[in-house]
């Protein structure tokens, strides 16, 4: 096992360049299976999700190649439909991109339920109503979904109950190669829809309206294979903005589109924090006293729900009350008993959290309890003087590409440690 071990209290400065984004690069892993051809895929976060979804598409059959560090060649002609391991598919939620690459690919897909992050009930209802609509029947029983369209996918007009990523990417997987042509409506707008919406038309689909909530998919018959290149991670770079912002730094994050980053930008600024945008970058300088604000996380353009958790450390260091709701998941705040470990002071009411500023927070040992909740717990060890310890550093692997050497790059005395061989360092300075 593993953990992080932080001797915090310095600010961090300097510059930071972000990863591509794994929310867009997972589906799009998922996507070359349309293909049956080869595909080159460019910017790959070097993270845990990315490297398991390489492992579940060679079990599948498919050819898997790293050309370097951060660039895959995918050759998906020989998949195996229904072949994908269930042990593997449970570690991971995006795994249900498969349902949708599977349908389009095969008329027929057959995976375990998907796993992942545990914060409430994410169910898969408006994926399979989506599929249903295509003219496929949905079977869910034994931990396993299938989906089968045995008179083949016919392209039809889909209106989800709520905002849905993960139902919006799942029907475009599997409609773009329908019978017909598919209009998704009330679909959601991130930047990685776009992203996998590009993809898939580089490699000859047929899709507009990608980032509106109204996406129009004409089927084609065959997609070929292509080179494509992920767009930057909002969140990494989220994260590390608020990272400035908490040790009073100044970062200069890289390799970012400041558009996706606004809604943040935004409740930095209203916190009083400097940030400069550029064509390709951010600038972020603590410029004194953190006002107390209040958030609500939204589908996009909103401020991001897998920013919530990097947010509520900002805030506990802030003057006042603030207020920070979630208005996308449930049961996101586990991560609050962990804050106050280090002397936060937070209630939370249902999906709202009251929390009250500290002038500073104090090292302990603490958990990852999930991924972004994990980069929280970071952000928490940094601002605080003394040695913290983050276990269940696996969550945070899921998603950040090496954000121990980035973040020691800018001055944070931050390392990754073996236990329980190695003596806890939190016990020897405490």
């Known amino acids: 096992m593993e953990k992080i071990v932080i001797n915090g209290g310095t600010p961090l400065k300097g510059c930071i360049e972000v990863s591509g984004m794994k929310n867009a690069a997972l589906p799009i892993l998922m996507g070359c299976l349309l293909t049956e051809d080869k595909c080159v895929i460019e910017n790959l976060p070097e993270i845990d999700d990315v490297t398991l ?5 060679k079990t599948m059959g498919l050819s898997v190649r790293m050309l370097n560090r951060n660039t895959v060649e995918i050759d998906s ?21 498969l349902l949708g690459a599977e349908l389009g690919r095969f008329g027929r ?24 609509a295509l003219g496929a029947e949905v079977n869910v029983e034994g931990g396993y979904v299938e989906v089968l369209a045995g008179d083949g996918l016919r392209g039809n007009n889909i209106f989800f109950d709520v905002i849905t990523v993960g139902g919006t990417m799942n029907v475009m997987l599997a409609a773009v190669k329908a019978n017909g042509t598919t209009i998704i409506e009330n679909a959601a707008r991130e930047p990685h829809i776009v992203d996998l919406a590009n993809f898939l038309n580089t490699c000859g689909a047929k899709i507009s309206g990608a980032g509106t909530d109204t996406i129009k998919i ?10 494509y290149a992920i767009i930057p991670d909002m969140i990494e770079a989220g994260t590390y903005m608020l990272a400035a912002a908490a040790t009073k730094g ?60 990097q947010m509520g450390v900002l805030l506990c260091l802030a003057e ?17 008993e962990e804050l106050k470990r280090m002397g936060a002071i937070v209630k939370v009411d249902g999906r709202t959290a009251v929390i009250e500023g500290v002038s500073k927070l104090s090292p302990a040992q603490i958990k990852a309890m999930d991924l972004r ?24 692997e899921r998603g950040y590409d090496d954000i121990v050497g980035k973040l020691r790059m800018v001055g944070a005395d931050i390392k990754k440690v073996s236990f329980p061989d190695e003596e806890s360092a939190f016990v020897k300075a405490n």
Request: charged share 20%.
């Open 250 to 309: 100044s970062l200069k994050i890289k390799n970012v589109i400041p558009k996706h980053l606004e809604s943040i930008t935004a409740k930095l600024a209203e916190m009083g924090v400097e940030v400069i945008d550029d064509d390709e970058s951010v600038t972020v300088t603590y410029r004194g006293t953190l006002n107390r604000i209040n958030v609500k996380t939204m589908p996009y353009p909103g401020f991001p729900t897998d920013m919530q958790p």
């Open 109 to 132: 897909a057959y995976v375990g339920y998907p796993g992942g992050c545990d914060f409430g009930v994410r169910p898969i209802d408006q994926h399979i109503k989506g599929f249903e």
């Open 77 to 97: 002609t020989h998949a195996v439909g229904g072949s994908a391991p269930i042990d593997l598919v449970r570690k991971m939620r995006a795994s249900y991109y």
């Open 320 to 336: 006042g009350v603030s207020l920070l709701s979630e208005g996308v998941y449930d049961n996101r705040f586990r991560y609050v």
């Open 218 to 227: 004409k089927g084609v018959e065959k997609l070929h294979g292509c080179s």
């Open 373 to 396: 909740a994990g980069a929280a717990m970071v952000i928490a060890g940094l601002a605080s003087k003394g040695v913290t310890e983050v276990e269940d550093i696996h969550h945070i």
């Open 53 to 57: 979804s390489l492992k579940i598409l």
